[in-house]
């Protein structure tokens, strides 16, 4: 998890990753930030992240992503 903190504190540092739940739902990821992310997830984690899988609830929070990067990991 210490590596997705990583990469999330690369994306925008003055931002308490560990305290937001609602990380698209209020914006805090935009866009361009998702795309990074899918990206980098997709290069540390050697995972694909289908389009299917980009969604809030996959993404809104750091457990939500761990988790989606875990569940990725077991296919």
Same mark, same amino acid.
């Given at each position: !998890?210490?590596?997705?903190? @990583?990469?999330? !504190?690369?994306? @925008? =540092?003055?931002?308490?990753?560990?305290?937001?739940?609602?990380?698209?739902?209020? %914006? #805090? *990821? =935009?866009? #361009?930030?998702?795309?990074? *992310?899918?990206?980098?997830?997709?290069?540390? #984690?050697?995972?694909?992240?289908?389009?299917?899988?980009?969604?809030?609830?996959?993404?809104?929070?750091? @457990?939500?992503?761990?988790? !989606?990067?875990? %569940?990725?990991?077991?296919?």
């Amino acid at each position: !998890m210490e590596k997705l903190l @990583d990469i999330l !504190m690369e994306i @925008d =540092d003055s931002i308490d990753w560990k305290a937001q739940k609602a990380l698209v739902n209020d %914006r #805090f *990821l =935009d866009s #361009f930030a998702v795309i990074s *992310l899918i990206a980098e997830l997709e290069e540390q #984690f050697d995972i694909e992240i289908e389009a299917a899988e980009i969604i809030p609830e996959n993404l809104n929070s750091v @457990d939500a992503i761990w988790k !989606m990067i875990q %569940r990725l990991k077991e296919n």
